[in-house]
């Protein structure tokens, strides 16, 4: 059974830096698509950021086009580790953030297109 373990969350003041990283479990998802979705509260899920592998060790990554200049995605650990470094934090940022991994490596900014889900980590901007 997959599993995924976000962790790194926590309260930032405006303009600072946080890194959530995503551990998997119980099977490799190293050819999976592997992303960030958050969920502010009152809204929808959307998408962040994901990876889709290519070969070997090399992935594409994808951004939503309102955060590509402040986050950045990355894979690690053989490709069961997925990163998120975010910065010059907004507080529009405050969100549960949540990884996500799926089969898929075309279809990749729904919340339908991922099979597997972690329980999310909360991030707050305040200050």
């Known amino acids: 059974q997959v599993q995924l373990v976000e962790s790194g969350g926590g309260l930032v003041q405006p303009g600072g830096s946080l890194r959530l990283s995503c551990a998997a479990s119980?099977?490799?998802?190293?050819?999976?698509?592997m992303g960030w979705f958050r969920q502010a509260p009152g809204k929808d899920r959307e998408f962040v950021a994901a990876?889709?592998?290519?070969?070997?060790?090399?992935?594409?990554?994808y951004y939503a086009d309102s955060l590509k200049d402040r986050f950045t995605i990355s894979r690690g650990n053989a490709g069961n580790t997925v990163l998120l470094l975010m910065n010059s934090l907004k507080r529009d940022d405050t969100a549960v953030y949540y990884c996500?991994?799926?089969?898929?490596?075309?279809?990749?900014?729904?919340?339908?297109?991922?099979?597997?889900w972690g329980q999310g980590t909360q991030v707050t901007v305040s200050s």
């Open positions: 119980g099977r490799t998802l190293s050819s999976h698509t």
């Open positions: 990876t889709t592998w290519i070969d070997w060790s090399t992935y594409s990554r």
């Open positions: 996500a991994a799926s089969p898929s490596g075309s279809r990749i900014v729904r919340v339908d297109d991922y099979e597997y």
